[in-house]
């Protein structure tokens, strides 16, 4: 056992840090597995469901550090081919709408002030 604060510290944060990373692995191998189970099965509506739900916690896996995002780029181009043979037809990503600046406020007239 750590001694000095930081590492004590260090100790709780990368325990906390492995709880949240076993989740995240634990959501994404049950969706590989679902899809898996619905490729097997056949049902275009339950495969596109389960991709869908896989690309989903394969993201997330991303967003949270746990996998390389190249690695999940692969894994999505493979589920999506298997999807695809399976007979099912291809998911949309909701495409995300750009951004609109607001415009510019034009400046309030300055009043005057007489003396």
Known sequence: MPIIQSAKKRVKVAAKAND?????RRTLRDAL???DKAVAGGKAAQISKAE??????LDIAVKKDVLHRNKAAR???????RA?????KPVKSAAKA???????KKPAAKATAKK
Do not use: C, E, M
């Open 33 to 35: 597995k679902a899809f």
């Open 98 to 104: 750009p951004v609109k600046k607001a415009a510019p």
């Open 52 to 57: 869908k739900a896989t690309v989903s916690a």
């Open 20 to 24: 949240r990373n076993v989740k995240t």
């Open 75 to 81: 894994q999505k181009a493979q589920l999506s081919a």
């Open 84 to 88: 695809k043979a399976a007979g099912a």
